[in-house]
């Protein structure tokens, strides 16, 4: 119990320091610039230490239980395939099983993510619900799914990661050629939704997991390189579905692509 509270109180003053320059940032701007004091400031105050708090347990969340999982899973998906591999050679067919997990894992991650469920949300309201927001979020969730299945079969069969990242760069290129404009910035900006605090820890331990067991890989290179995937597969997703709403309206009307750019103009 003592051990728990020590390393509560060390999460909390590690999350202070953190969000220290947030706090002197936003207090510079409200005392010298708006010259004001915020409205409600009590229950403001009151939820600044609702996210530290918050915070200061995601991080023991992570140290204690995402990160080991993550890695400890790799390992034990991996060590069947080299087990029946041959020495010096890693037949990529032998790891269905972490390809399967791999997918999942990115799919299930990212459709938790809050701050994809929140622009999600935001998105709707936009768009007046031509876009839903569920829509959305299995969209680029399907897209971090895709990614992340891409990348460790990068990890495994060991191809170079400026090739992969090049074939990936010249589809999005494509596509945004192809796509609605008005979708394109939203499609940009879902890679970085999709992205982040729940997402990028648990797939870099997964990753770098899989880079470890894998012979002959960096896991350095090769297991963070995965997190580029995850965050370029869903903004291709995400204008390909654009593009797919693009060519199969019928004309315009409440369920096509046109009422969805009409809403992002007016919002």
Known sequence: ?????????????ATLLDAAPIVLVVGVFQVLILRRRPAHLPRVLIGAAYVVLGLAL??????????????????RLTAPGLAAATEGEVAWRRFLWLYLFAAMLGFTTTMVEPALTAIANRVGELTGGTL???????????GVSLGLLFGTLRIVTGLPLPWAVAGLVGLIALLVALAPRQL????????????SVVTVPMVAAFAV?????????DPLTDGFGVILFALLSP??????????????????????TDAVQAATRSG
């Not at 995601?58 to 390992?75: H, K, T, V």
């Open 58 to 75: 995601f991080r023991l969340g992570l140290e204690w239980s995402l990160l080991p999982i993550g890695a400890d899973l790799s390992e």
């Open 184 to 195: 394109v910035p939203l499609a940009f900006d879902c890679g970085g939704f999709a992205t």
């Open 132 to 142: 839903r927001p569920l829509t959305l979020r299995l969209v680029v969730a399907a």
């Open 235 to 256: 903004v291709a997703s995400v204008l390909a579905f654009a593009v797919v709403l693009e060519r199969g309206k019928q004309g315009p009307g409440p369920g096509g």
């Open 1 to 13: 119990m003592a051990s728990l509270a020590l390393d509560l109180l060390h999460a909390l003053l």
């Open 209 to 217: 997991g899989v880079a470890t067991a894998i012979p002959g890989r």
